[in-house]
């Protein structure tokens, strides 16, 4: 039996709790980890020091694709987002993912507004 399954029962999903995932931490080192921002990663080298667990190594192939959002990340693994945002923080630490804030909606045009541009343009 591989690692990855003794630690889950068939009827009952993952036997190890949350905070034993996170070795007991609850908060990330890193404030920049809304739900909302994205996550990818930075290419880097895995540094000799980094301990990465199981869950670190299955979250760099979540993220191996492309720039995903933290909820997104969180509900693919199935793990709680508190205990994404820890593990994170590790890779962050570490320079093997980067974080992107969300972007805010207010600072982007609407489409009415782009239209009017474009019609402004056209009529020249």
Same mark, same amino acid.
């Given at each position: 039996? %591989?690692?990855?399954?003794?630690? *889950? ?6 036997? *190890?709790?949350? $905070?034993?995932? @996170? ?9 920049? !980890?809304?739900?909302?921002? @994205?996550?990818?990663? @930075?290419?880097?080298? *895995? ?6 667990? @199981?869950?670190?190594?299955?979250? !760099?192939?979540?993220?191996?694709? =492309? ?7 969180? %509900?693919?693994? =199935? !793990?709680?987002?508190? *205990? ?9 630490? $570490? ?10 909606r207010g600072a982007t045009p609407t489409e009415s507004l782009l239209r009017e541009v474009i019609n402004g343009l056209r009529?020249?």
């Amino acid at each position: 039996m %591989s690692r990855d399954h003794e630690w *889950v029962d068939e009827e009952a999903g993952p036997v *190890v709790r949350p $905070y034993a995932v @996170t070795r007991g931490r609850t908060r990330p080192t890193s404030a920049s !980890l809304d739900l909302l921002a @994205t996550v990818g990663l @930075t290419g880097l080298p *895995v540094p000799a020091k980094a301990e990465l667990s @199981t869950q670190h190594r299955r979250l !760099l192939s979540c993220v191996a694709g =492309g720039s995903r959002p933290v909820a997104e990340v969180a %509900s693919e693994l =199935g !793990l709680p987002v508190g *205990v994404i945002r820890v593990l994170l923080s590790d890779l962050l630490d $570490y320079g093997l993912v980067a974080v992107r804030p969300p972007v805010d909606r207010g600072a982007t045009p609407t489409e009415s507004l782009l239209r009017e541009v474009i019609n402004g343009l056209r009529a020249l």
